[in-house]
C-alpha cells in the first residue's frame, strides 16, 4: 500500500481500533500524526505534533494512542485524536508504551 499523499516517507504507521479502514501514520522531519483511508489512500485528518514522532502504540481496547516525540510522551483519545495527557522528560525518547492498565508506561 503506497500513500502517495504523505509529505514525508512513512516511519510508524498502526490501526485504528475503532475503524478498519483507517491508520494512523508518523513520518521522519514531518510534525504531525496522520490518519489515512485505505480504501481512498487519502489522508483523511491531520494532528500537528510539536516534534517528529517516533513511535505509535494503540492500546487494544481503551481508545489510547501513545506517542514519543522528542522529550515527550503524549496519550490521545483515538475517538477525537484530542491530546489527554503529556508527559515531559529530561532526555529524548525514541519510544513508548502504556501498561495495560493505564496507570504506568515505559518509555525509552
Given at each position: 500500500m503506497i500513500m502517495e499523499g504523505s509529505p514525508k516517507p512513512i516511519r510508524n504507521a498502526v490501526w485504528h481500533q475503532d475503524s478498519p479502514n483507517v491508520i494512523i501514520t508518523a513520518s521522519h522531519d514531518d510534525n504531525a500524526l496522520r490518519l489515512w483511508d485505505v480504501r481512498t489512500l487519502k489522508e483523511v485528518k491531520s494532528v500537528p505534533t510539536q516534534a517528529p514522532t517516533t513511535s505509535l502504540e494503540v492500546?487494544?481496547?481503551?481508545?489510547?494512542?501513545?506517542?514519543?516525540?522528542?522529550?515527550?510522551?503524549?496519550?490521545?483519545?483515538?475517538?477525537?485524536?484530542?491530546?489527554?495527557?503529556?508527559?515531559?522528560?529530561?532526555?529524548?525518547?525514541?519510544?513508548?508504551?502504556?501498561?495495560?492498565?493505564?496507570?504506568?508506561?515505559?518509555?525509552g
Open positions: 492500546q487494544t481496547g481503551g481508545g489510547i494512542l501513545t506517542t514519543a516525540e522528542g522529550n515527550a510522551v503524549k496519550f490521545w483519545s483515538l475517538d477525537t485524536m484530542q491530546l489527554v495527557k503529556e508527559f515531559t522528560l529530561s532526555i529524548p525518547t525514541e519510544s513508548a508504551s502504556l501498561f495495560a492498565q493505564k496507570n504506568c508506561f515505559v518509555a
